[in-house]
């Protein structure tokens, strides 16, 4: 039972374009959600959060929007740049104290 | 800048043989974690400590072991490797309160 779901394992945008990765979850009691990188060879970096108090959360390049009515959350980078290229993880919890549930990561790639 | 440091970075096991991946932390957080991660797939979680002598499973527990005797370290014991070990071991950590977690650089063990 995935409670997370990132449904594409991959996407490629244009050096300059918005990149919009989208992340859906069914536990309705999820109040908290973030946002991790990972390039190859590394552990996952932290990018940006979200509480469920919120319906959009910005930083630089970076954000984040909730939509809870339809447990839809998404990330825009704009400008995309080549170093955005990495795997990104969505990731929810219920408690700020216990632990997040993952999705399966989407494989962003920027063209130059 | 330590943050958090996982040994080995590679390992290769055969069926039945034993071994514990190490994590220290020097960040002071009262939180630590253990990751796997297969390909195509989210994070799941081995097993968490909430603090020094208190440890409990995550949703993939079986098959390992954990303690938890100091703040700063958190290793995970594999007692019988199996091929179905075979995966990238994520540590992490973070404070009581807030959400981030921070993550090792993952550790590749292959069982044959």
């Known amino acids: 039972d995935q409670q997370v779901k990132q449904n594409s394992p991959s996407l490629s945008v244009q050096e300059g374009r918005i990149s919009i990765l989208n992340c859906d979850y069914t536990?309705?009691?999820?109040?908290?959600f973030l946002w991790y990188k990972k390039y190859p060879a590394e552990g996952p970096t932290f990018l940006i959060s979200?509480?469920?108090i919120k319906d959009k959360n910005e930083d630089g390049r970076f954000t984040v929007f909730l939509n809870k009515s339809a447990k839809h959350l998404s990330l825009h980078i704009v400008p995309s740049q080549p170093g955005d290229s990495a795997v990104y993880f969505c990731?929810?919890?219920?408690?700020?104290?216990?632990?997040?549930?993952w999705g399966a990561g989407t494989k962003l790639i920027i063209k130059p | 800048n330590a943050g958090v440091t996982q040994t080995p970075k590679f390992r290769i096991l055969k069926i039945g043989q034993s071994m514990t991946l190490q994590c220290a932390q020097d960040?002071?957080?009262?939180?630590m974690y253990w990751y796997r991660q297969d390909p195509g797939m989210g994070l799941k979680l081995i097993y968490y400590?909430?603090?020094?002598?208190?440890?409990d499973k995550g949703e993939v527990p079986n098959g390992y072991n954990v303690s938890r005797s100091t703040t700063e370290d958190f290793p995970l014991r594999l007692e019988l490797a199996a091929p179905s070990q075979t995966s990238v071991y994520f540590c992490?950590?973070?404070?009581?309160?807030?959400?981030?977690?921070?993550f090792g650089e993952g550790s590749w063990l292959t069982v044959v």
């Open positions: 992490a950590s973070k404070t009581g309160s807030g959400n981030t977690i921070y």
């Open positions: 960040m002071n957080h009262n939180y």
């Open positions: 400590s909430v603090g020094a002598g208190i440890t």
């Open positions: 536990n309705s009691m999820f109040d908290y």
């Open positions: 979200i509480s469920s």
């Open positions: 990731a929810a919890s219920k408690d700020s104290n216990y632990q997040l549930i």
